[in-house]
């Protein structure tokens, strides 16, 4: 095991895919009108892509076009104190497309949110990054004074 | 109740400073060297400010200074498909002045990973925006103490 300068497991690219693949939620970073933006979304995964649904006139829609975005996922456990987390980089894209668009459409893929969700947008990751609370070995309190 | 655009439920003011008090882990959102990052982190809430824990040689105590990030809880149930989001917007900044950290550092606020954790960053929110997914669970009740 390899880990960071913070203490963190530093975790393989392999195991970064399998718990991206794992992950029924993740959330996507991106800018909205220069401000920092993040939303919760459902996915699924094709050729190692991450796959959304969302509306036409989504804010999410309009500012991942073409952007750089970061993807995240993670799974903790907040009375034991442990967890991972997974997160991505990559550009985003509007899928217009019509034999793409009917690829995405035949993935078991439906927005949790209501209403119609008929835009797909396609995020192409590179730069994988995953870490690891260590478990097993908890963290001891610092004790005051 | 009323809806966004998306058909999501918008949560009130009240409602999102609740939910963000009963979350026991929070993202934040930055810049890392011109490209988007993410990071997840336990914390604590001090005057509605956000309160974290990192190394002095961190990434996100490095890039935080002094910038608008933003900051997201949420709590989704993959089952059933329902579950809310709260995101903030607001500036960063490292705590140096001596009584604030002595204050921050009676918080009960001990990093979930492992290291010297010695640096507090201090997030004032701002722009708080909250959805639910309808037919999602209620607000949880503030526990008392």
Same mark, same amino acid.
């Given at each position: 095991?390899?880990?960071?300068?913070?203490?963190?497991?530093? =975790?393989?690219?392999?195991?970064? *895919?399998? =718990?991206?693949?794992?992950?029924?939620?993740?959330?996507?970073?991106?800018?909205?009108?220069?401000?920092?933006?993040?939303?919760?979304?459902?996915?699924?995964?094709?050729?190692?892509?991450?796959?959304? *649904?969302?509306?036409?006139?989504?804010?999410?829609?309009?500012?991942?076009?073409?952007?750089?975005?970061?993807?995240?996922?993670?799974?903790?456990?907040?009375?034991?104190?442990?967890?991972?987390?997974?997160?991505?980089?990559?550009?985003?894209?509007?899928? !217009?497309?019509?034999?793409? *668009?009917?690829?995405?459409?035949?993935?078991?893929?439906?927005?949790?949110?209501?209403?119609?969700?008929?835009?797909?947008? !396609?995020?192409? =990751?590179?730069?994988?990054?995953?870490? *690891?609370?260590?478990?097993?070995?908890?963290?001891?309190? !610092?004790?005051?004074?």
């Amino acid at each position: 095991m390899r880990f960071d300068q913070g203490g963190l497991e530093i =975790l393989g690219a392999d195991e970064c *895919r399998t =718990l991206l693949g794992s992950a029924p939620l993740g959330r996507v970073v991106f800018t909205d009108q220069a401000l920092p933006a993040v939303q919760p979304v459902n996915f699924a995964l094709l050729d190692g892509d991450v796959i959304i *649904r969302t509306s036409v006139d989504s804010k999410l829609s309009a500012a991942a076009e073409g952007a750089i975005v970061a993807f995240e996922v993670d799974d903790f456990d907040a009375a034991a104190h442990t967890g991972w987390s997974v997160v991505a980089v990559g550009e985003a894209r509007v899928v !217009r497309d019509p034999g793409e *668009r009917a690829e995405l459409d035949a993935l078991p893929l439906r927005s949790w949110a209501p209403g119609e969700r008929d835009q797909f947008i !396609r995020i192409r =990751l590179e730069m994988l990054r995953g870490r *690891r609370i260590p478990g097993g070995s908890p963290t001891p309190e !610092r004790t005051p004074g």
